[in-house]
């Protein structure tokens, strides 16, 4: 039985796979988070019994700490990141301390360790940059031009993953992944966000023309492909995780209207964000060929299923807004966060 230490497990994705890791395999989970705003311990309350779980707070580029960690552990799933396009065009700081600074720490403590590995980084499609309509969609071997200070800084961090494997021999794996939605997503991001804001009665803000296209995946699929990678994948290796699923965010809005049954009159075109990629979409043969991998849930399964759980779980999404689900953390474990 491995043990695996997972990064940002409180996070939306990293919650839905430490869940997915206890629900069907066998291995012992370490979760190190920082619980910054979007850190939600609240989120694993059900697997906090479990003997093969452990929760730590703290951050990843505290290499004492990590380093010390380092000594229980055989393979590490890297979801740690500061992840909001607009937070890091209004300052870019945090995410290189985050995503890059923290990214190498974690690569020089899993070194002195001498754990075994794998060491899978988990990226984003955001690293390509923007297609045109044309375009054919990303593979692996695309150059790497990001157009946010977020996707740089997932840029760097794949860099050093790579240099890491090429200049230390280190079992590396880094995957990028397209747009995730499903449960327990931060009310920041545009499916949560518009899913609330139509229960809420409130206008559904929408960037620039609405017609920007991204690739959708839901979450589950996308923590099947983080497995499949670590369980599978190639040291020095990069695999595509995409849902096979484009559309606009225009069109994303109003399914969640449809689902909802709410008036498109809701929808309010906004100034468009400065540098706003125009067009994703992710080839993912080589995760299809190599991890025996794809994408099982449509977009409209997986819509309906997220607009259910958003409906089922006010109480979750209410104290986020109020700020009330950092007194969790405070009540079992008797600190201010």
Same mark, same amino acid.
């Given at each position: 039985m491995k043990n695996i230490l997972v990064t940002g497990g409180c996070g939306f994705i990293g919650t839905n796979f430490v869940r997915l890791l206890l629900r069907e395999q066998d291995y012992n989970v370490i979760?190190?988070?920082?619980?910054?705003?979007?850190?939600?311990?609240?989120?694993?309350?059900?697997?906090?019994?479990?003997?093969?779980?452990?929760?730590?707070?703290?951050?990843?580029?505290?290499?004492?700490?990590? #380093?010390?960690?380092?000594?229980?552990?055989?393979?590490?799933?890297?979801?740690?990141?500061? #992840?909001?396009?607009?937070? #890091?065009i209004k300052s870019a700081r945090p995410f290189i301390v985050t995503n890059v600074l923290g990214t190498q720490v974690l690569l020089d403590c899993f070194r002195k360790a001498g754990c075994k590995g794998p060491f899978l980084h988990v990226s984003t499609d955001e690293v390509y940059g923007s297609l045109s309509e044309d375009d054919p969609p990303f593979t692996e071997s695309n150059h790497l031009l990001p157009n946010s200070p977020y996707s740089a800084s997932k840029a760097s961090a794949d860099l050093l993953c790579r240099a890491a494997w090429k200049t230390f021999g280190l079992p590396v794996v880094i995957t990028r992944c397209s747009n995730n939605y499903g449960p327990f997503q931060f009310p920041e991001k545009l499916i949560p966000l518009m899913i609330i804001n139509c229960l809420e009665g409130r206008s559904l803000p929408i960037y620039g023309d609405g017609q920007n296209i991204r690739d959708w995946i839901y979450v589950e699929d996308h923590c099947r492909g983080v497995l499949a990678a670590l369980e599978k994948g190639t040291s020095g290796s990069i695999y595509n995780l995409g849902g096979n699923c484009e559309l606009t965010n225009l069109e994303v809005v109003e399914t969640i209207l449809r689902l909802l049954k709410r008036p498109r009159d809701l929808i309010e075109f906004v100034t468009d964000r400065p540098g706003h990629d125009r067009r994703y979409a992710m080839d993912i043969h080589h995760a299809q060929k190599e991890l025996s991998w794809k994408p099982e849930i449509d977009f409209e399964t997986g819509m309906e299923r997220t607009v259910r759980w958003y409906l089922d779980n006010r109480k979750w999404w209410k104290r986020i807004l109020s700020g009330q689900y950092r007194s969790y953390y405070e009540e079992h474990y008797g600190k201010e966060l």
């Open positions: 979760n190190l988070d920082a619980l910054t705003y979007a850190g939600n311990l609240e989120n694993l309350k059900e697997v906090e019994d479990n003997p093969r779980y452990r929760f730590v707070r703290g951050r990843i580029e505290d290499a004492e700490l990590v #380093s010390t960690i380092m000594k229980e552990v055989d393979a590490v799933v890297n979801f740690a990141a500061e #992840s909001h396009v607009d937070r #890091s």
